[in-house]
Each structure stands twice: as C-alpha cells, then as structure tokens.
C-alpha cells in the first residue's frame, strides 16, 4: 500500500499517528471476514445445510478447475459461448475464493491467481466489444452491465486471496487489470455509471468493492457519491428509452439506494429487476458495513435494504414465483441466487425472523458466509416458522407518495390479485395503468404478460430484449386495463409517462371475508379519469372466493373502449353466440393492436356476458355486465410476429364505441376441479345467475351478485370518500342501506 492511501485512510478513520505504523487493511474483508471464516471452519460438519452447499460448491468449483481455465476473446452476445464462458469464470472464482478460505486448501487460491493473470494479459490490449448494440460496451461482454457483473464477483476472489499474492502480483493486478477496469465502467461510461438506475448499481457495487480490496478511497469515494463532473447532456436515452441523465440527477450509491426504493422496500422497476439489483445493493452495502459501519451503509433509509427482502417475498406467488410487473421473466422465483443471498443477509443483519427460515428450507442452500451459517444453524435447531404471505399494499417512489402495488390474498394463497396502481417504474416500466393479475395457488387466472425477452438464449436477438418488447408486451392493450381509442397510456412516451403515478383511493384488508383494493389515474388518457375498485370476496354463497372488478370512467369526448382480459386455459362455454373467421387478421395496424388475430366476433346479448373456460383442472367464469351494443372480441396473440418470438396466448376483450362516460363490471369467479386421471368433473357451471348495477352516480357506484339459489349480494363503493370513519346512506330498490367507511358488502 502506498503513503497516500495510508493517509486517506487514517483521515477517513480520525487517527492521528505516522501512516507507517498501520498495518494494511486484513484480508478478507468484504464479505468474508477473518472472524466469521474461523467461525465457519469450527462449524464444518456439524451444520447439515451449510456442509451440503459447501459440499455441492466444491464440486461445482473443482470440475471447473480439472477442465482448465479458459478466457476467450469476446466475440458474443448474451448465451454465446464467450460470454456464457467469462460469465462462469466469475461465478468460479468468487465460489473458489470461498473453498480457499475454509478449506485452506492451495489450489483454490492457485486457480484464482493464474485466471486473473489471464485476465490481466488480455486486459492491457483488449478493445471494446465487437457487438454494437448496448448504449455502454463493454469489454469482456457486449455491456457494460455484464463487466460490472464480472468486477463484483472478482473482486470478493481477489479478496479472498490477497494475502496469498505476493506485493508484486498485487501491484500488477491492481495496475494492469483493476483500476484500469474500475475506470472503464465509470469514467470511461458515465452514461451507464452515473445515473439512477439497476445497471448503475453494478456498476457501483463493482466500482467500490474492489475500491474497498485496494484500499482506494479515490474508488470509494466515487462508487458511494458519484462522478462529480460527467459531461452528459440531460435527456439522453438508454436501449430502452429510459432516460440517462435529468435535472438535478443525484448520482451514487446513495442515490441508487434512495430514490428507486419506495419506503415500504418495494423496487419501482419491479420485482424482476430488483431481484437481480438486491445482489450489488446488499453486498456492497455489506462490504461497507465490515470496513465503514460508521457511515451505516446497511442500514440506510431505515433499513430500507432489509424491508426490501420483505417486499420481494410478499410479491411472488404460492411457488415463489415473482409477480412479472413491469418488465419480468416468469418463472424467476425466490430460489434464485440473488435471494439465497437476500434471505440470509436479511435474517442475521435483520431481526432473526424464524419465518426467513422457512424460505431458507424451501430454498435448500445458503450463502457461503456467516450469515448463511446464522440461517443453516437456525434451520438445523428447528427454529424454522412458516412464511405466511398477507395482503399487503407497497408504496412506489422515493416517499411512498408515487402510487403503489396492492396484493390481496385469501386464505393459503387461495386466490391472489395483484394490482398495480404504481409510477412508470423507469425504463423497464410498462404502459399500464390500472392493470391486474389474478392467480389462484400458484397458477396464473388471468395473466401480465411480462416482458418479451428471451435471457441467455443466444438464438433469441442474442438473448437481449426483443422488439416485440416494445411493439407488444409494453403496450397498454397486452395488459388486463383499459385501452382508449387503440392508444398507449401516456402515448406511449416516456418522458410524460415519467412525470405522472396513479393515486391510491383505498386499501382494506382488515375483513377476513372481502378484501378491498381502489385507485384512481387522470394522466393516461388527458380529459379521461379511470377509477378501478377490485375485491375479492368470499361469500358462504360461492365454492371459492371470487373476484369483483368495477373500473368507472369519466371522460370529456365520445371514445372507443377495450377492455381485455389474458385468460390461459381451454374455452369451455359461452352464451353469446360469435363467429369465427377462416382466416385471421390483426386486430389493429400499432401500439400492439398489430400482434392480436382476432379469432371471434360476437355481440352480448342481454344483460350479462359469461364466458367459461379450464385451466390447471380448475373452472373459472368471466360474468360481465353488458348491452347489446357491446362487441366481444376473441383474440390470440402472435400477429405479425413471424419469428415466433411471441407466446401464443388467448384472450376475451370486451369493445365499446361512440360512448363517453362509461363503467365495466365484472367477476371472475373460481370454480370446480376436473381430474384427467378420475376423469370426475366437479362444479363446471358459474354460480352466478345475474350481476347487476343498481347505483351508479358521482359519489357511489353500487352492484348486486344473484347467484343460482336467489341468494342476492350487495356491494357499494363510495367514489369520492374513502375515510374509514365515514358514514354513507343510500337507498338501493327503495331501500335504505347504511355503512362506515369506504365500501359496503352484504
């Protein structure tokens, strides 16, 4: 270490002695400490979960060791062998940084040391990445993201062997190889590292960690606070039209911690996003926290990293499976190493919570550090408690003051809706106001698309974001909400999109029986004001609990209105007649209207439209309130999409023209089983006889449920007072109904 650093620090500490009679900085010291690591070892073989990861790590990392090590020159898109390859390497090495450390076995500490020599030789001379589609190229990958990516991982392998090198390598290393690196990724990429986004958190992560190894308080300083003078004009645009630079940007780690985070931990990118950003935010701020606990970097924002682990638990399904809002990939779940890490950091920096242990168990692995030796010795003593997922309504924005993600749930996860009232949720947001999904035990009832990507799937646009990303699954009309005139929200345009949120009206999930989720949007559609109320009711009347969606609109001119539903399942039965064409056509010529065939038109006749489908072995049935001069459109996705890289799926949309003010009722309801292998079919009809408005004014929307026994259910919501302590009287068929609060149900 030179003088200057050694100053740096003792000024950073308050020490005021000659910087020659401090010794370096002990090593490990960002995740792994010599402490815990003693603790590790004088735990081997006793700790059933920690000895099995540690035991499946080892053989992961020495197979990697027996093939060789491999650092070819980049040459490929995300899925293609170099970069699948680099990608590995990074993996293997902090994994065998690990082994070195609680196995003091030699060889681990070779194989790192002769890799990051390879590196260094390739480094000195390597230019930018030959593919030329990301707004920052990278190096070793095709962006700069996936170079930060390798930078946080290697670090924490040269970290775990810094002792082992002698001053000589480090001082090669460190000139040659990470601080020229540390340097691309920031100053040489302001666009990519000084803004508020999840690529930039890497970017930081990286930048500061390996500041932390070398003890650079140059590196430091810039991954907590930023680059003071970048250079880039306000309103630059990423790959996906997200804006680079605003006004009065803040910039750094700091930056990055505050403002994406909500103070309920909700992410606005979603949970996808911050899933894969919860990595670089809790071990840098972990790093942080062994070398500078004064600055409190883990528990910034009152813990604002630990109430995030919360949130992503509370926003995935019955399997674990994050809610795809925004742009997500289904399927990613809470079993993702991103979350082993989250789950464990979050339990022993955290208040213990038993329930954490129970997603540990499900999880069945832990991290390689004292936290998950906490979690692997909590699971073996058995004090493990179930994780019981709740209704839950998260805030968006920086003050909670930005709209939010409401998620009602019924007993086990019976039937959960997820509504999302929330802001544009940055470049990865979509155009979707007011939209929901709707799971039943895990499996999807009516579906977000998610986004059009396919990841590491070199034969898929290299495994990066599709255009039918844009041109589909961002578009208002892939989304169950309401499309005016065959027009995105907001237009389409980011940068108004950006400005706006949708505004909570209620959330009450207090009755254990009816659950009740309102908002309100006036941006999406100027002169247009959309107000949603979604319940879910369990009724003595009805097998299952079931759905109740009342969207109100109010608006200046005559419009056309789509309201679509993304059903996934078999069409069992309707009672609207429709024709189905012999050949397909799209339903519209933009804004995703293009990507629907229309494969049935109908019209609804009388009073209600019901529509029935199976799916999963399980019935359910769309009840719709209508007229005669509603269409009913049965549409498939895939229209102009002759690379296939759209899912074939099905949906019902309901279109309304030449109206003005207009309301959509509806319920979806779950019920009956069929069974293939008893070939036994329980309960396949709808319960519900009639669904009704019998109230419709500025202050209260009421709707009526008879079901087939002549049972008759009554719900009212207030559209203008939302206060609990409100009392309401109205008079329904001559009949006077009094209640407190927003809504009323009997």
């Keep these: 270490m030179n003088i200057r650093k050694f100053t740096l620090t003792l000024l950073t500490v308050g020490i005021s002695m000659s910087p020659f009679t401090i010794q370096a900085k002990e090593h490990p010291n960002l995740i792994l400490t010599e402490p815990g690591v003693e603790r590790m070892r004088a735990h081997l073989g006793q700790v059933p979960l920690f000895d099995e990861t540690l035991s ?6 020495d197979a990697e060791i ?44 070779k194989y790192i040391r002769d ?54 390598e480090r001082e090669t290393l460190e000139t ?5 690196f540390a340097d691309f990724i920031s100053l040489e990429n302001p666009q990519f590292f000084n803004r508020v986004h999840n690529h930039s958190t890497w970017g930081i992560a990286a930048v500061g960690m390996i500041g932390l190894v070398m003890n650079d308080e140059e590196l430091i300083q810039r991954a907590l606070y930023g680059i003071e003078d970048d250079g880039l004009v306000v309103g630059g645009k990423d790959n996906d039209g997200g804006t680079i630079k605003v006004e009065g940007q803040r910039k750094g780690f700091f930056a990055n911690l505050e403002e994406p985070f909500s103070p309920d931990g909700y992410y606005t990118e979603g949970p996808y996003y911050q899933r894969y950003a919860m990595y ?52 990613m779940s809470y079993y993702s190493s991103s979350l082993v890490t989250a789950v464990d950091l979050a339990y022993f920096y955290g208040n213990k919570s038993p329930q954490l242990l129970s997603v540990v168990e499900k999880q069945n692995e832990v991290l390689l550090d004292e936290s998950g030796l906490a979690a692997a010795i909590g699971v073996r003593d058995g ?41 544009q949720g940055l470049s990865h947001g979509h155009y979707d106001k007011l939209s929901y999904s709707l799971y039943e035990k895990g499996d999807e009832v009516l579906q977000d698309y998610g986004l059009a990507r396919f990841v590491n799937i070199e034969q898929k646009g290299g495994g990066n974001y599709l255009k039918e990303n844009t041109t589909w699954a961002k578009t208002t009309i892939a989304h169950n909400t309401l499309s005016i005139n065959e027009k995105k929200h907001f237009d389409g345009v980011y940068d108004v999109a950006s400005q706006h949120h949708s505004d909570l009206f209620t959330f009450d999930a207090e009755d254990e029986n009816v659950k009740v989720v309102s908002a309100t949007e006036e941006n999406a559609y100027p002169g247009t004001k959309m107000q949603r109320t979604m319940a879910l009711i369990k009724d003595e009347n009805f097998e299952k609990p079931f759905m109740l969606d009342i969207m109100r609109v109010n608006s200046d001119t005559n419009n056309q209105y789509d309201f679509p539903y993304y059903y996934l399942g078999q069409v069992l039965d309707t009672n609207f007649e429709y024709e189905s064409p012999s050949s397909l056509s799209p339903l519209g010529d933009d804004n995703g209207y293009q990507h629907l065939y229309v494969e049935g038109r109908g019209k609804a006749s009388g009073d209600n439209a019901k529509f029935s489908w199976l799916s999963n072995g399980k019935y359910y049935t769309l009840t719709t309130v209508s007229d005669d001069n509603d269409e009913i459109l049965l549409t498939r996705i895939g229209a102009n999409d002759p690379e296939f890289n759209l899912r074939r799926d099905p949906g019902i949309m309901l279109r309304r023209t030449d109206t003005q003010d207009t309301l959509f009722v509806s319920v979806i309801e779950p019920h009956g089983s069929y069974s293939p292998v008893s070939e036994s079919s329980q309960n396949s009809k709808s319960s519900i006889a009639d669904l009704k408005v019998v109230l419709d004014s500025d202050k209260y929307t009421g709707v009526s449920i008879t079901d087939v ?9 207030s559209n203008v007072d939302a206060s609990k302590s409100a009392k309401h009287s109205v008079k329904i068929d001559g009949k006077k109904v009094g209640w407190t609060g927003p809504y009323f149900y009997q």
């Design 56 to 61: 499946s790590v080892k053989k992961e990392v």
């Design 66 to 109: 027996a093939m060789g090590i491999d650092t070819p020159i980049p040459k490929d898109f995300s899925g293609g062998y170099t970069h699948q390859r680099h990608k590995q390497n990074f993996y293997t090495a902090q994994k065998a940084g690990v082994l070195f450390q609680v196995l003091e076995d030699e060889k681990y500490a």
């Design 115 to 168: 890799m990051l020599f390879q590196y260094e030789a390739m480094y000195k001379d390597l230019p930018l990445h030959p593919q030329e589609r990301s707004y920052s190229r990278g190096k070793l990958f095709w962006q700069c993201l996936n170079d930060s990516n390798w930078l946080v991982y290697m670090s924490q392998a040269y970290d775990a062997i810094y002792d082992y090198l002698s001053a000589d």
């Design 176 to 180: 040659n190889l990470f601080r020229p």
């Design 280 to 331: 670089p935010f809790l071990i840098f701020a972990l790093a942080m926290e062994n070398n500078r606990p004064d600055l409190k970097v883990l528990q910034h924002k009152d813990n604002v990293l630990l109430k995030g682990v919360d949130a992503l638990l509370n926003l995935s399904d019955a399997d674990g499976e994050f809610f795809p809002i925004n742009d997500g990939q289904k399927g």
């Design 383 to 423: 004090k493990a408690k179930p994780f019981v997922k709740s209704s839950v309504n998260l805030s968006d924005g920086i003050d909670g003051k930005q709209g939010g993600i409401g998620v009602l749930r019924h007993g086990e996860e019976e039937l959960t809706l997820v509504f999302k009232y929330a802001a």
């Design 709 to 717: 026994k002549g049972e008759k259910q009554l719900f009212i919501i």
